[in-house]
């Protein structure tokens, strides 16, 4: 079973911040936060990643709660561009061993509106 | 040009004929993984490999083998295909977590149907 929980999809108007969430309840503490998103069916492409501080690159933020139950991943302002479906993961630190069985679940479809 | 480079990219084939799927990436990644994607499942892991001669199954494998003989190449293979092997697949590399980033890296998809 996923070890993520995303909503199936979501929608966002043109311009405006879009705040994808993620929970990921069972996540242990020395697992990672990643998203990636999918266009068509292209490859997915990697987008942020973080363990327990907020993250900012230049394509996202990433904010994971304190607890790090929950993410949200936000595009300050999303493009017509952005319509992708999203996908949180978790993955281990590699040098803790153990297995790098990912699950990537069914992710999150975003339509971004004109 | 960093890259994971998977062929072929569009197959058609019948039930039953072996085929390979080849992946091969430019980055002296250890890691590696077979990902298949189907209408409404999201992406599933089939097999992946921590390194050279190291190989796991992911969560469906059944049908599929692979190998790692060097670290450029991790091919998926199809000793005999059925109709519910009709899929998008996806290779993917990185390197570990933790001295890097993790960033897994993607190649275009093989668009498999099996006849």
């Known amino acids: 079973d996923a070890k993520t929980t995303q909503p199936p999809s979501m929608d966002c108007a043109e311009g405006r911040a879009a705040n994808l969430p993620c929970n990921h309840s069972?996540?242990?503490?020395?697992?990672?936060v990643y998203w990636y998103r999918q266009i068509h069916s292209q490859g997915p492409q990697y987008i942020i990643h973080g363990l327990k501080n907020n993250e900012t690159n230049e394509m996202a933020s990433l904010i994971i709660t304190e607890d790090r139950k929950s993410s949200t991943l936000i595009l300050p302002h999303a493009t017509l561009r952005d319509t992708a479906v999203y996908y949180c993961i978790v993955r281990m630190l590699s040098t803790q061993g153990g297995s790098e069985k990912l699950v990537f679940g069914k992710g999150t479809k975003l339509t971004v509106n004109p | 040009e960093a890259q994971v480079t998977q062929n072929p990219r569009y197959l058609i084939t019948v039930t039953g004929k072996k085929l390979t799927v080849t992946c091969s990436q430019n980055?002296?990644?250890?890691?590696m993984s077979w990902y298949r994607q189907d209408p409404g499942l999201g992406l599933r892991q089939i097999y992946y490999?921590?390194?050279?001669?190291?190989?796991d199954k992911g969560d469906v494998p059944e049908g599929y083998k692979v190998s790692r003989k060097e670290k450029r190449n991790f091919p998926l293979i199809l000793e005999s295909p059925s109709p519910n092997q009709t899929s998008l697949y996806f290779c993917?590399?990185?390197?570990?977590?933790?001295?890097?980033?993790?960033?897994?890296?993607f190649g275009e998809g093989s668009r498999l149907t099996v006849l």
């Open positions: 069972t996540i242990s503490g020395n697992e990672y």
């Open positions: 980055m002296n990644h250890e890691y």
């Open positions: 993917a590399s990185s390197f570990p977590t933790g001295e890097n980033t993790g960033e897994l890296f």
């Open positions: 490999s921590m390194n050279v001669e190291v190989t």
